[in-house]
Each structure stands twice: as C-alpha cells, then as structure tokens.
C-alpha cells in the first residue's frame, strides 16, 4: 500500500512539474522530425540513385554505315549496374541526424539499403523541450517518442540495379546521330513509372572520310516514380522520386567487317530528388502518464517529412562492340568505374 501511494505521489509531482515548466514548438519538432527522415531515407535510396546513373548512359553508340546517306534503328536496350557488397546496408551513426533519432536496437546500428535485407529494427524520434529535455512517462517506463519501422530492402543475392527501354535512332549525312529512348508509364493501382532520355552524338573525323570514328556525344535520362499511399496512417500521401542524369561520352570505333569494336569514356552528373507527400499527425494519445496539457504541446504535425536532393558524379570506361547481320544488330556494352556496368540490346536497322 505504501509503495503504490510514493509512486502515485512520485507521478503527481512529476505532472505538476513537467505541466509548470516544459514549453514546446511544434514548428522546431516537425522540422527536427523532417531532418532526420531524410537523413535516413537518403542513405537507404543511395544505391538505386548511383546505380541508375550509371547504367543509363550505355549503349548509345548508333549502327550505321558509312556509305548510306540516312541510317535509322529501333532496339530494346537493357543493362544493370552491379554495386559493390558494401551498398547492401549503411551506418544509422554514421548519417546526419541528431541525439533524440534512435534505434530500439543500437547494437543492431547496421542497416539495410533498398538492395539489402530485411530488418526488425525500429527508429525512434524523442520530442523534447525548448529546453532540449524529453518527456518522460512513468507508466509506459520510456519518454515520448514517435516509433517508425525500419525499411526491409529487396535483398537481392548480388545488389543490382537493371534498367530497360525502348530505344529509336538516326544517324545523318552531316556525320550526327539523335537516339531517343522511353519506357511509357507503366500505371498500376497505385504506382506510375516511367523513362525518357535523349543522345545527341557527333562524329568529327567523318569529315575527313578515315576508317576510325571519333563519336563526342551528350545524353540525358530521366526517370519518375509516384507511390500513392505508401504510409498507411497518413492519407493521402504520395511518395515521389525524380532521377536525372546527363553524361558526357566520348567513344572510338573501328569497324572489322560485321564486328565494331570500341573503347568509351564518359562523365556523368546525376541529380535526384525525393520527397513524401502529405501531412502525418502524432498526437501520442497513448501516453496517459503525461499530463494532457504536456501531450498537447508535444503533439505535432508534419506536412512533406521527407524532401531531399542528392547528387553525385562518376567517370567511368570501357569496351563495347556492335555485331551487325544485314539489318539486326547486337550492341553490348561494358563499363568500370565506381561499379561495373554491362548492358546489351538487340535492333534492326535500315539505311538508304
């Protein structure tokens, strides 16, 4: 009897003090919210941002023959960009977050990447004070917080990341070529994706009617995902993904009767923007060992919490080879750099 009242008295007390002097922005906790969400989503999307932008610029090297005024060409492509074991999980210390983003397992700091493993982990955000102290709840024996299950990745046995489409060319009397490439937007229930790229290349020694060609080319590839309702206690909410990259190539070919064989560099600037959509409310309701005046300054609202852009940059090199049979072909394409990237299309062409 007498340890059950010292601990009504000790929740008492603690009520009438945190209910006295805890001052509280909701504007300050959303934002401190929103921080580390994208922190962590940043570092769990990484790898399909840098894989993506590696594979998108192969394979734009045009057949054409030399002799013919106009070559047109119409293939599929596809490529994946192999990332290293190292890509399959990343560091929750190691990202930009602050004290009061958690994990219920710390020893357990090591976390999937959208190309690793499941997780049982939970991310725990503590709101706190003006003051900077959190909010403890004698009854539930832990403080405030919001509990967010860490993402599962698609475990994949070897971390890849493929891409496919639709490519159309032409290659032209004043020694360029435009490729073109698209995959429609694939509409589902509740995800749309699609592609588009563009290539513009140009052959400078064609002018000079030698057997080797110099191709100097620009490309450009962007792609869009929209998931609506991702978050199951927010509605509606919308989750959106803009990849872009543009690449410079420079490749040398040398033509040996159905086989041309060639070396290819090219530097590539990526840019991509993510963000989730909506407005996520977390009244904490649950925690009846706090005073309702202290719940309701804890209480926020977070519209858009994630919102983030990402860049990278890459050189890559390598060889690749276009075998021609009259009007088919077959382009294949290797490339070294951060990752190893290999792609392979197969089209039929016509020049007149």
Do not use: C
């Not at 990484?46 to 932008?53: K, R």
């Not at 971390?159 to 698209?182: D, E, K, M, N």
């Not at 000079?208 to 199951?232: K, T």
């Amino acid at each position: 009897m007498k340890k059950t009242l010292t601990f009504l008295m000790v929740v008492f007390m603690l009520h009438a003090f945190q209910k006295i002097s805890a001052q509280f922005n909701n504007e300050r906790i959303a934002n401190e919210f929103r921080q580390n969400m994208n922190a962590y989503l940043e570092a769990y999307l990484s790898p399909a941002f840098e894989g993506s932008a590696n594979v998108n610029p192969l394979l734009w090297q045009l057949p054409y023959e030399s002799t013919k005024s106009y070559n047109f060409s119409v293939n599929i492509t596809a490529g994946a960009s192999f990332l290293p074991a190292s890509m399959k999980d990343f560091d929750f210390f190691g990202i930009n977050r602050t004290t009061n983003f958690e994990l219920s397992n710390p020893t357990n700091n090591i976390l999937p990447t959208i190309v690793g493993r499941d997780s049982d982990n939970e991310l725990f955000f503590y709101v706190t004070d003006n003051n900077g102290n959190r909010i403890f709840d004698p009854i539930k024996g832990h403080h405030v917080r919001a509990e967010i299950d860490v993402a599962d990745g698609f475990d994949f046995q070897t971390p890849i990341i493929p891409t496919a489409s639709i490519q159309v060319g032409g290659w032209f009397p004043i020694h360029t070529g435009i490729g073109l490439r698209y995959i429609p937007t694939v509409i589902g229930e509740d995800i749309r994706f699609g592609s588009f790229g563009i290539s513009v290349m140009h052959n400078p020694l064609g002018w000079f009617n030698l057997p080797v060609d110099l191709l100097i080319g620009v490309n450009y590839n962007q792609m869009n995902f929209i998931g609506e309702n991702f978050v199951e206690d927010a509605n509606p909410n919308r989750f959106e993904i803009d990849s872009r990259s543009m690449a410079l190539d420079v490749t040398v070919a040398k033509s040996f009767g159905i086989i041309k064989p060639y070396l290819s560099v090219n530097i590539i600037n990526s840019t991509s923007d993510a963000a989730l959509r909506g407005t996520f409310n977390y009244t904490f309701s649950d925690y009846i060992g706090v005073p309702s005046t202290v719940i309701q300054g804890v209480q926020f609202n977070v519209k858009d919490p994630v919102d983030f852009r990402a860049t990278h940059s890459f050189v890559n090199a390598g060889v690749g080879a276009i075998l021609s049979w009259n009007s088919l072909f077959l382009n294949g394409q290797l490339m070294f750099g951060r990752f190893q990237n290999f792609g392979l299309s197969l089209g039929y062409k016509i020049g007149f």
